[in-house]
């Protein structure tokens, strides 16, 4: 197995891979968000909504699944091969446990929920449809992430190339298909943005069951045993995962506040901000697919004894993705009509949606520092700690969103605005962190 280094390339060849798996993921939701545009801008505004929502949950998994990679990643660099599967196999129980649960309070709480939070019905009412059809991804899409934690650990990243690609061409397919009804299928609106994305997840789940087989990984790992579950393989892993899976899940729920704080301003106020979102995670998509690799590159270095490079690394990854950041805002300074345009032919949403494109700009280069920063210390092993700069910055920001637009009145761009002074303090907070080297002490 390759070992992770402290080198440009090393960062490129685990880095490389994730960045155009992202890109190929989120270009689907791009495509996702243009024919959702077309509805007209409750559908959009309620994808928004519906979409946010739900990543709020999957969050947790998502979490989860970066601490696997932590602890898989750990071993990796100790060269513990075998102790891997049984990583990977205890967090495929996990996954499976945590799918049901967040299935129950999706069908049983979210309509109350929403209910509660949202002035325009029209959006309420095609939120709780998305919803409704979208619960059914939560298994295999958790198994998707067991898999990605894996392969990312253990610094083998091609396969998310195929992995995603087949995902995000496959969910473009259907979603042409039962959002307008093409190719003789049904004509579902965004109930078929919904279904589009859990058949992509189960045919991807099972692409990599299939992969995994063939490429030896059930035999090198340890892989597919499915033990009796057993708490000495939990308690480091929850150790470690447990404050991820808060922090995720925080961090995206602030996001859901801010939309609902964006929904108060109004419906074209919320499909703008739509429109923004799904633009501003594509560019996003560089820092991160680095981020991700910083996070396993840190492990790793740990689990071979190297702590004294990680400083180096974070600030060699750190240089690349401001780099390149700025090189992709140039689109979105100088083409934001034609980036509206795209999404839609609506002229008051595309006026509405290029100061916000303008605001993302200044944001993108603020998240580079912030979570590239952030995902070093995360790799370090200081879930926790981590956990409790997101709790700090997350307070300031919803603060601050809510200070903004319901005290004040302020316009969406301003609020907006927000991103940028929440992604310095992440990092700002995660910086002063890292040079005390109380993180060196760490065990997983």
Known sequence: ??????????????????????????????????????????????????????????MLGSGFSIGSQIIIGRRNGSQNLRQIGPVFDHTVYFMIGLASFLFMVLTFLAPSFLEWFLKS???????????????????????????????????????????????ASLNIFLDYSLIFGNFGMPEMGIAGAAMATNIAEVVTFLFLVIWALKDQSVSIFGLFRFPKPNWLQYKPLLKIAVPVMFQYFF?????????????QIGETALAASNITRSFYMLLMIPVWGLSSATNSLVSNLI?????????????????????????????????????????????????????????ISLALIAFSFGMIIFSGLSGTGKTFVALMIEIAAITFYLGAAFFLAIVLNASAPVVWFIEV????????????????????????
């Open 1 to 58: 197995m390759a070992h992770a280094s402290n080198t440009y390339r090393s960062i490129w060849r685990i880095s490389g891979p994730i960045i155009i798996g992202l890109i190929a993921q989120n270009l689907m939701v791009v495509i996702d968000t243009a024919f959702l545009g077309r509805l007209g801008e409750v559908t959009l505004g309620a994808a928004a909504i519906g979409g946010i929502f739900y990543l709020c949950l999957v």
């Open 121 to 167: 019905d029209a959006v309420l009412d095609e939120s709780l449809i998305f919803l409704k059809h979208r619960r059914f991804g939560f298994l295999f899409g958790f198994l998707v992430l067991a898999f990605n934690a894996f392969y990312i650990g253990t610094t083998r990243t091609n396969i998310l190339i195929a992995s995603t690609g087949l995902m």
């Open 251 to 263: 961090s995206f729920s602030a996001w859901f506040v801010f939309f609902m704080v964006i929904e």
């Open 303 to 359: 689990g071979q004894g190297k702590s004294d490079e990680v400083i180096p690394l974070i600030k060699k990854v750190l240089l690349i993705g401001t780099g390149i950041s700025l090189v992709v805002v140039q689109v979105n300074i100088f083409f934001p009509e034609q980036i509206a345009a795209f999404f839609t032919k609506e002229r008051h949403l595309i006026e509405a949606t290029v100061p916000l494109l303008r605001v």
């Open 421 to 444: 002074i929440y992604f310095s303090l992440l990092g700002l907070f995660s910086m002063l962190y890292l040079r005390t080297n109380k993180w060196k002490v760490i065990k997983v």
